[in-house]
């Protein structure tokens, strides 16, 4: 197996490859570079994010749910399934997070027009505010991060996180089209 020799700058997970080189050279570790690297910059990415929160008063979730019904385009308002499912929470956490978003007066229940024995879930005035406010912070944040990296470089990332996440979320749909196919 060939030796990690990155024609780039050295970073905290070369280190961890290079362990693994000598503890176990029998293995091929390489994805491990990936992987780690996606982790890491996740969880730098994750503090440098929750600052910009913090300063609104928000938890990374609480953005996540504003910012789904913010985008769904006015009134504003979703379905408590097409939220959970959106933000990828099982039904019982969405019920505990509107209920603490409701406390704090960022969102509402309303009568669901078309099916009276349901309700959606609204921004309200003080929440849409907030989501406005924190949104374009966020923004703001997210350029001020990828500032360093010049438009190529870029555009070849999203290019290639694209790529992953497709192989990534393709077992998924696979499963999820047998699942319609076999259900009467």
Known sequence: MASIRPTRSLDAVDDILVQWQRERPDLDVSPMGIIGRLNRCTALLTRKVEEVFSQFDLSVWEFDMLAALRRSGAPYRLAPTTLFSTLMVTSGTMTHRMQRLELRGLIMRVSNPDDARSSLVQLTDAGLDLINQAVKAHVDNEHRLLAPLKPADLAALE??????????????????????RSSP
């Open 159 to 180: 290019h290639r996180l694209s790529l992953l996440l497709q192989t990534l979320e393709q077992p998924a749909e696979e499963s999820r089209a047998k699942a319609k």
